[in-house]
């Protein structure tokens, strides 16, 4: 295996892929390069000196500038390297011819289940909603109950509870933001059986939720229940009978064979480091390639990481309008971060330093790697779905607890999250983990899925090829980690204030 890796013509640094001792030799572009202080996996040395303010080049563009002087050799991060980034841009479109790595003769299936809406799910879970979070103890209790009478979850893949803290207390479009979420859970493809729960007095009534799920599509009273808990006298006892009509609808529920056209997938990566960049996140590339080419959809969002690599992303727009929009949902988060008159470049965090990203341009452009190289067809704001096939952009902040429930939102039937740290955290479709290292995925076998530190030793095309059989045999019901392990959870964006 080789101890570093040069990832443009370009660049003037290299980054380690494995711990490199002080005083190691290389030859790098027929000179010798001394390292002169030990490299972590995942950081950078100097291939050739950087110069006072001079740009510091990774992926054939500025992650930032020199703070002093570097010396070939010399490890460069945080204490030399500073952001280029200090204020809103202007843009112009200026369109690139788009290359996508696959064709779209190799045709494909996965086997899942065909929803009465037109969608397709790829799993048939329960999902139990409530419309407030005061009433989470009563669904513990509920869930517990039919897991007893039901061990293997009934008729369903699993039986999973949204808990989240909301639903009252809250105005305008904080307000409307958690209904919207709540709703697009309700309208989720993977769901083959939902129970909306609610209170009786919260703000967020349950006939203001049934109108705005019928804003979506048409409510199919087998498939879907309700309940106010202050209205009847045995909420514990109607909640389990209504959950055990839903498994009486679902019993003959079966997969069938379906066109990966039909597939809809989440990119996002958190807990990234140095080699996220270099190894999972352009392996993510050739997957969403891969599917845009079937017909299928993949959706990228965290917007603040894609400061600093958003004029890459607004070069492959479709179209001016497609541009524009882009330019929005930067600018848009942007003035977001300055209402509350927060720094807009502060990422990255402290656990992606210590794996060797340095400064935001550095997070973004190894963040963007995800997109693949394919046409950006279109952009959502937070809460909406999916609307055509291809790659788009989707408006959500980095946070990924909040950033993977959104992408579920937007209807994706799974989650693929890249992680060079390691997180345990997943949403409530499958989420598949993709350790950007062998070491995470060796060492947290319970959180990854699938090790994309592989290649160091195996071809891109090689491992591209075994890691879409394993996200086609995924999507046919192979279950992830979080699966395995009762790992679910939603997180809804707040912005603003509790009564």
């Known amino acids: 295996m080789n101890a570093y890796i040069i990832l443009n013509a370009l660049d003037n640094v290299a980054v380690a892929l494995q711990d490199i001792m002080t005083g190691t030799e290389f030859e790098i572009h027929n000179q010798i390069v001394k390292v002169t202080s030990d490299i972590k996996r995942g950081h950078k040395f100097a291939i050739m000196p950087i110069g006072l303010n001079q740009d510091v080049i990774k992926y054939g563009f500025p992650i930032g500038h020199a703070t002093a002087a570097i010396q070939t050799g010399e490890w460069v991060h945080v204490h030399n390297l ?12 200026e369109p690139r011819s788009i290359q996508n790595h696959y064709q779209a003769g190799d045709q ?13 799910g790829i799993r048939n879970n329960l999902y139990i909603i409530p419309t407030v979070g005061c009433i989470n103890p009563l669904l513990d209790i509920v869930v517990q109950q039919f897991k007893a009478l039901h061990p293997d979850n009934g008729s369903f893949d699993d039986v999973i509870l949204l808990k989240h803290p909301y639903g009252c207390s809250q105005l305008g479009d904080d307000f409307e933001m958690t209904r919207r979420i709540l709703v697009d859970a309700a309208t989720q493809p993977n769901a083959g059986g939902v129970l909306v729960f609610g209170l009786g007095c919260e703000n967020n009534q349950m006939a203001g939720m049934k109108a705005a799920i019928e804003a979506y599509q048409p409510i199919d009273e087998q498939r879907m229940k309700f309940l106010v808990s202050q209205e009847v006298k045995d909420e514990l006892g109607d909640a389990l009978d209504y959950m055990e009509e839903l498994n009486e609808a679902a019993k003959d529920d079966q997969r069938v064979e379906c066109p990966l056209s039909e597939l809809k997938v989440g990119l996002k990566c958190g807990g990234s480091d ?81 794996g060797g990203i340095s400064t935001l341009e550095d997070k973004s452009l190894g963040c963007t790697q995800k997109s693949g190289t394919s046409a950006v067809c279109d952009v ?10 291809g790659l788009t952009m989707l408006q959500a902040p980095g946070n990924d607890l909040v950033s993977s429930s959104a992408l579920a939102s937007a209807d994706c039937q799974m989650v693929l999250f890249t992680t060079g740290r390691g997180t345990p955290f997943a949403t409530y479709v499958p989420t598949v983990k993709v350790a950007s290292n062998s070491y995470i995925a060796d060492k947290k076998q319970r959180w990854i899925d699938f090790d994309a530190g592989q290649l160091m030793t195996k071809s891109m095309d090689e491992l591209a090829d075994e890691f879409i059989q394993f996200i086609i045999d995924t999507a046919s019901g192979r279950k992830t980690n979080n699966e395995k392990y009762g790992i679910h959870g939603i997180a809804i964006f707040k912005n603003g204030v509790t009564e």
């Open 82 to 93: 500073a952001t280029n980034l200090n204020s809103k841009l202007d843009y112009q479109y």
């Open 108 to 120: 494909r299936t996965f086997m899942g289940y065909r929803r009465s809406t037109g969608k397709i």
């Open 274 to 354: 140095g080699l996220s960049g270099v190894t999972a996140n352009p392996l993510l590339g050739r997957l969403s390639d891969f599917v845009v080419a079937q017909g299928g959809s993949t959706v990228l969002t965290e917007v603040p990481e894609m400061f600093g690599a958003e004029s890459i992303l607004m070069s492959r727009a479709k179209d001016e309008a497609t541009f524009d929009k882009t330019v929005a949902l930067i600018n848009n988060f942007k003035d977001y971060f300055e209402s509350y008159h927060q720094p807009i470049y502060e990422n990255p965090s402290p656990g992606n330093k210590e």
């Open 380 to 389: 959502l704001n937070y809460g909406d779905k999916i609307k055509h096939s």
